[in-house]
C-alpha cells in the first residue's frame, strides 16, 4: 500500500462522505462541514475550501456521533443532487438508558442559495442488540454492540458490524437495504422506524477483532475500517480490508509504518480513490 499527503482541512471531525467533488464530515455534536474537492489532484499538498457548515435536522433531539457516514442509493426526490446521507449514533448515549444502541439515521441533503440543509427522513435500527446470542460466540459478557455500518451500494445491501472489547474477533451482518418508504411512524421523531431484526439478517461471519473502530466504507465487496487512537494511547491507528464475499480480512496496515501516528477517523471512496483522514485535518489518498 502507498499512501500521500494531498490535502488539509480544518482540522478532522468523524467520518465523511464525499459526492460529486463534495466532501461532507460530521463531528459528534452534529455539525456537518462541507468543503470543495475540485482543487485535489494528487500532485501537491491543498487546501480545501470550506463551502459551508449546518447541523443535522433534529440533532437537540437525537444527535449522532457520526462514526461512520456514507451515502446511500435512494434520493428522496428524483430531482435532487444527493442521494440520502446515512450516519450512525455509535456512542453519544452510551451513559443514557436509552443508549440508541445499532440506531444509524438517514437524512435527505440539499443545497441552497445560503449553504447546504438536512432533514432527517428516517431511522434503521438493529433490534437484536440485547440479544448476545446472536452478537457473539462465548458467553455475551464482553461484548459491546454498539457498532458501525457500511452500505454496498452495488447491491444494495447494508452491514453492520460490532465491537467488542475483550474477545478476538468482529462480526459481521448483512441486510437488504431498507427502502425510505419501510418502517413504521417514530412519534418521538416524526419520521419512519425501521428495525432491522433476526429475521432479516443475510448474512452473518466473524473475523479479526477491529479495534476502537473508527471510519469505514465499502467499495467493490470489500469492507474499509480504520481503528485506534494515537499510537501513544497503545491502541494503534491502523486499517483492515475484510472481503465480505470470502468473509475474512485480507488487509491490516498499521498506519506507524507509514510515519502517520494521528487517531484515525474519515475513510472513503471517490471516484475509484481511496481517501483518509486523520484527527489532525490531513487528507491522504491511499493506493493498494
Not at 191 to 202: C, E, F, Q, S
Not at 204 to 211: A, L, T, V
Not at 254 to 260: A, K, R, S, V
Amino acid at each position: 500500500m502507498d499512501i500521500k499527503h494531498v490535502a488539509n482541512f480544518v482540522r478532522s471531525r468523524q467520518d465523511g462522505a464525499i459526492f460529486n467533488n463534495i466532501f461532507f464530515t460530521i463531528n459528534a455534536h452534529g455539525e456537518c462541514y462541507v468543503y470543495d474537492m475540485t482543487a485535489v489532484d494528487g500532485n501537491k499538498i491543498v487546501d480545501l475550501k470550506e463551502l459551508a457548515v449546518f447541523n443535522l435536522d433534529k440533532f437537540e433531539l437525537i444527535c449522532p456521533h457520526s462514526n461512520s457516514v456514507v451515502f446511500g442509493n435512494e434520493y428522496y426526490c428524483e430531482d435532487d443532487e444527493f442521494p440520502i446521507l446515512y450516519t450512525n449514533i455509535y456512542n453519544n448515549y452510551a451513559n443514557e438508558k436509552d443508549k440508541l444502541v445499532g440506531v444509524c439515521l438517514a437524512y435527505r441533503i440539499q443545497k441552497t442559495t445560503q449553504g447546504f440543509t438536512s432533514t432527517l427522513v428516517q431511522i434503521i435500527e438493529i433490534g437484536f442488540v440485547n440479544d448476545t446470542t446472536l452478537w457473539c460466540s462465548g458467553d455475551g459478557a464482553d461484548v459491546r454492540p454498539y457498532g458501525n455500518f457500511v452500505i454496498d451500494t452495488q447491491n444494495d445491501t447494508y452491514w453492520a458490524f460490532t465491537m467488542r472489547d475483550k474477545t478476538n474477533s468482529t462480526r459481521y451482518f448483512s441486510f437488504d437495504m431498507p427502502k425510505l418508504s419501510d418502517g413504521e411512524p417514530d412519534i418521538n421523531y416524526g419520521v419512519n422506524r425501521v428495525v432491522l431484526t433476526a429475521d432479516d439478517i443475510k448474512t452473518c461471519f466473524d473475523c479479526e477483532y477491529h479495534n476502537y473502530i473508527q471510519g469505514a466504507c465499502f467499495n467493490d465487496g470489500k469492507v474499509y475500517s480504520v481503528e485506534g487512537f494515537s499510537v501513544e494511547s497503545g491502541k494503534k491507528p491502523a486499517l483492515r480490508v475484510i472481503d465480505v464475499e470470502a468473509k475474512k480480512q485480507i488487509l491490516h496496515v498499521e498506519f506507524i509504518d507509514f510515519d502517520l501516528d494521528a487517531e484515525p477517523e474519515m475513510i472513503c471512496f471517490s471516484n475509484d480513490i481511496c481517501y483518509y483522514c486523520d484527527a489532525h485535518g490531513h487528507m491522504y489518498k491511499l493506493e493498494f
